[in-house]
């Protein structure tokens, strides 16, 4: 077969790309060094949020938004400030984004047999003033089937191509160099490494058995990001967030190595933003780990009380689901890496949730009556699993035994408990009235004005230590690696730049590993929704704006 394309990585955009190129009638080879079992990538993991606009999800809640308010709160969290230079593509992409939510986003994957969940989630709901960061309304769209349910159709449109012979699909392909003659990139090699029977997600032999070498009229990179190579994360943290953490855990499985960025930048390519990163600060240890240092996130509503090490209650609007960015610097000035949320049974039964497909078995396949189930009294399954068998969970029927217990699980001794007992009685004192100073309850109660949040995810406003609330919790926080904001400069069409801000011959980018759009459509936040979307959106302009090309 002569390929008209070359297409590195078989994550979500990289599917969406040659699903595309595919439908255009290009003959599309599909290589990934991962066995085909991880086909789909880190979006497989994902819970399948995703952002849109003016939905009929968002008009059945009774919530009002418009391009206008999305706009405006994407420009106040990515807080574009190289607008002439490394923020000049990530500001147009975003621009299109921002106005693909808004219009033909929801179509185009209802068509393809995608439904939603039918409450919207409220993610980062910032805390400053109206043109700040955060989304002002709820805009986070589960999809039905969570990451699984949103790769299964770009999946089904590349294996339907490679029945008809349009796609020629590899794993185990690692591709180490990009060929290049001229300026132009005409190809691939490297190495063909051993077949491996390994599950999703779990670290695959990299033992050499081959070698390769492909020629085609171009060349997309849709490897991903660096969440998986912390000495890379390391080696880019900004300054701005204090020192790197001294130990942090993995989002994303160890295969998510960022190899194809210096790649792409051996062959003229440019990175932009390397100091954009987003890592969350609710991660816990999975009891049950399939990468090396598995880590899940906690997606937590408004309500549990956030320490630092030292028992030190974060200030305003350091609150759970607000600011990950603002909270993840408030927590390494702290000079430690760790920070614990205490809250109630009542709480943790309501507002806990676990980001993953895996985490969330009801969504993921598709039963209703199970979801049903999480109205019911007590945690879900899996956040009760987390309780009995997870390690940075402490349960504990008083607050000295619970205290206890949270310094005997860091063996720091760092916690008095005099001091977060006086914290926690002002707090609940500020319970008694309707009215309040402090700013986290009254987030809480104004949460409780939206629908969804009343039904499914805010508990009741309460005294974290009235007994009838009980047991105590304390969950220790880690620093959980996830996303790569910046990337390859691109285009609108996705064009891979080079230093001069030109267009490298032949070479194209899409998700991650481009900044999901222009080396960073995101800016310095991400308003959440927008990274699976983001591998959709590129994925999906890159490859027909390459197949036109190709015409």
């Not at 990175?271 to 816990?284: F, Q």
């Not at 809480?444 to 009980?470: C, E, F, T």
Request: one cysteine or more; a neutral charge.
């Amino acid at each position: 077969m002569r390929f008209d394309v070359i297409v590195v990585g078989a994550g979500l955009a990289g599917l969406v790309a040659t699903a595309e190129l595919a439908d255009a009638g290009k003959k599309v080879l599909l290589l990934d060094q991962e066995p085909e079992a991880s086909l789909g990538g880190q979006a497989w993991w994902s819970f399948g949020g995703l952002f849109l606009v003016d939905s009929p999800e968002q008009r059945r809640m009774g919530i009002k938004d418009s391009h206008e308010l999305a706009w405006q709160d994407w420009l106040g969290s990515a807080a574009f400030d190289r607008e002439e230079d490394e923020d000049y593509w990530g500001k147009k992409w975003a621009q299109a984004y921002v106005d693909f939510a808004t219009g033909e986003k929801r179509e185009w994957l209802y068509n393809m047999g995608v439904r939603f969940f039918p409450v919207v989630g409220w993610a980062e709901r910032g805390g400053y003033l109206a043109d700040g960061h955060g989304n002002s309304v709820p805009r986070f769209h589960i999809v039905w089937g969570t990451g699984p349910g949103l790769v299964r159709p770009f999946e089904e449109r590349v294996r339907k191509a490679m029945e008809n012979g349009l796609v020629d699909y590899r794993p185990r392909h690692r591709v180490n160099k990009l060929i290049t003659e001229n300026g132009a990139v005409l190809g691939v090699s490297g190495d063909i490494l051993v077949p491996s029977s390994v599950a999703r997600g779990e670290a695959s032999s990299r033992e050499k058995i081959g070698d390769f070498e492909f020629h085609s009229k171009a060349v997309m990179v849709t490897s991903g990001g660096i969440g998986g190579n912390h000495e890379l994360i390391k080696k880019n943290w900004p300054e701005r967030l204090g020192a790197a953490p001294k130990n942090m855990i993995s989002g994303v499985p160890e295969h998510v190595d960022g190899r194809m960025l210096a790649i792409s930048e051996q062959a003229g390519g440019r990175i932009v933003n390397r100091d954009r990163m987003w890592h969350y600060t609710e991660g816990i240890k999975n009891w049950g780990p399939v990468w090396p240092m598995h880590g899940i996130r906690i997606l937590p509503g408004p309500s549990s009380i956030w320490l630092d090490a030292k028992g030190r209650r974060f200030p305003a609007p350091n609150f759970p689901g607000f600011d990950t960015l603002g909270t993840l610097d408030a927590i390494m000035k702290t000079g430690y890496d760790y920070s614990w949320f205490i809250l109630t049974q009542k709480i943790i039964e309501k507002e806990f949730a676990l980001s993953g497909s895996e985490q969330n078995p009801d969504l993921t396949g598709k039963s209703i009556k199970k979801v049903l189930a999480r109205v019911l009294p007590g945690p879900t399954a899996p956040v009760k699993a987390f309780m009995d068998k997870g390690e940075d969970f402490v349960i504990a029927n008083t607050l000295p035994e619970l205290v206890a217990g949270m310094n005997k699980l860091t063996e720091e001794n760092l916690l008095n408990l005099e001091e977060i007992e006086r914290q926690i009685l002002a707090r609940d004192r500020e319970i008694d009235n309707k009215f309040t100073k402090d700013l986290q309850i009254t987030a809480m109660r104004g949460a409780r004005n939206y629908l969804g949040d009343k039904l499914i995810r805010v508990a009741s406003p309460h005294k974290i230590l009235d007994p009838k609330m009980g047991p105590l919790i304390a969950v220790r926080l880690n620093i959980v690696s996830r996303k790569t904001l910046g990337g390859l400069q691109t285009d609108l069409s996705g064009r891979v730049l080079d230093s001069s801000g030109n267009p490298v011959p032949g070479l194209y980018a899409a998700g991650e590993v481009a900044g999901f759009g222009g080396g960073g459509i995101h800016g310095y936040r991400s308003l959440e929704g927008t990274f699976v979307g983001g591998c959709l959106f590129t994925g999906r302009q890159a490859g027909r704006a390459l197949a036109k090309e190709l015409e």
